[in-house]
């Protein structure tokens, strides 16, 4: 669940096309991992911290890989 959440997040952010969005993102994922370290009462979960990152990576590219793919079906092809 955490991967589909960070991949929702990683589409959701390059839909702004803001590279600042896109950082703000990623700084608030690490963010959110260390403040669960700090206040939590039981052992935090760093394997889960990779996933999130993986899974935000893995939004972006698929984002990037579908507007590729957009670009590249749209134009229309000229046959003779």
């Given amino acids: 669940m955490i991967i589909l959440t960070a991949?929702?997040?990683?589409?959701?952010?390059?839909q702004m096309r803001s590279?600042?969005?896109?950082?703000?993102?990623?700084?608030?994922?690490?963010?959110?991992?260390?403040?669960?370290?700090?206040?939590?009462?039981?052992p935090?979960?760093?394997?889960?911290l990779l996933y999130a990152i993986l899974g935000y990576n893995g939004g972006l590219i698929l984002f990037v890989l579908g507007l590729y793919a957009h670009a590249r079906f749209r134009t229309p092809r000229v046959s003779y």
Avoid: R
């Fill in 19 to 42: 590279a600042g969005a896109i950082a703000l993102i990623a700084a608030l994922i690490g963010i959110s991992f260390a403040l669960a370290a700090v206040f939590s009462p039981g």
């Fill in 7 to 14: 991949a929702a997040l990683g589409i959701s952010a390059g």
């Fill in 44 to 48: 935090v979960s760093f394997l889960a």
